[in-house]
């Protein structure tokens, strides 16, 4: 990704309705994990990979000691300036840590910028602790496939199949839950990244030309926040989504 595109990323992360909507996701589903015993410790050993500019490890920090991990060295000098977070740059494919190393291992939003999908999933699995879990979103569908996924230097977009797939090597361990999510918002974001393909409006952007960039801060931002964030009550119910525009995906270590 273009340098200057993390500095964008760095405000969309904490303002826009997407990434503070998936956050609010995630940290409910991690306090589930814990209640239900699937996390045994309340203080978790964690790792996050593809931290980019930091907030994912900010958010983490809540339940444990955060490890964080970044592919790209510029990104881990500023989001360390901004947040003060120790950042380590190094690859999902090749993770400098011993084996059960973490309680928790999250990559969000990450396997879909490796080529090499299936050697990230094992060095996942090969980092966590027995009885920990690995906790992974991904973009769905590449039917949504538009100028968003090029700059943010995508390989793919998935279908849950294939994500149970990467993780069924090995027969050592188990799925916990898996679902699509951003489904209430699928219609109007599928018809959005048509239209957008179609005239190449991302294209003509000024910043990065992300889907991002098409809602500010306001009225609307927080209405789409609202509506993607009452999947929260849904996904805590152990209720899958059967299409959405990402997927969550949590997997148990036994052996």
């Not at 939003?109 to 990230?120: K, Y």
């Amino acid at each position: 990704m273009n340098h200057e595109y993390y500095k964008e990323y760095y405000d969309l992360e904490r303002n826009h309705w997407w990434f503070v909507a998936r956050e609010r996701i995630i940290s409910n589903y991690i306090r589930r994990l814990i209640q239900k015993e699937q996390l045994s410790d309340k203080n978790l050993n964690i790792l996050n990979i593809g931290c980019g500019p930091g907030r994912s490890s900010e958010y983490l920090s809540q339940f444990g000691k955060v490890t964080s991990v970044e592919y790209d060295k510029f990104c881990c000098e500023f989001a360390s300036q901004k947040t003060g977070l120790e950042i380590i740059n190094g690859s999902i494919t090749e993770l400098p840590f011993a084996e059960t190393s973490f309680d928790l291992v999250c990559a969000f939003d990450v396997i879909e910028h490796v080529e090499n999908d299936q050697l990230a999933v094992t060095e996942m699995k090969r980092v966590v602790k027995k009885n920990g879990v690995v906790f992974i979103t991904v973009p769905a569908y590449m039917s949504l496939w538009s100028h968003h996924d090029v700059i943010n230097h995508h390989f793919r977009r998935y279908k849950l199949p294939e994500i149970k797939k990467l993780f069924l090597t090995g027969n050592d361990g188990k799925m916990i839950f898996s679902s699509y999510f951003n489904t209430f918002l699928f219609p109007p974001i599928y018809a959005f990244r048509k239209l957008s393909n179609l005239f190449k409006t991302g294209e003509k952007r000024a910043g990065s030309g992300s889907d991002f960039e098409a809602f500010k801060p306001g009225l609307l931002n927080n209405v789409l926040f609202a509506i993607m964030h009452l999947e929260t009550k849904f996904i805590n119910k152990n209720i899958s989504f059967p299409f959405g525009v990402s997927i969550l995906y949590t997997w148990k270590k036994h052996k």
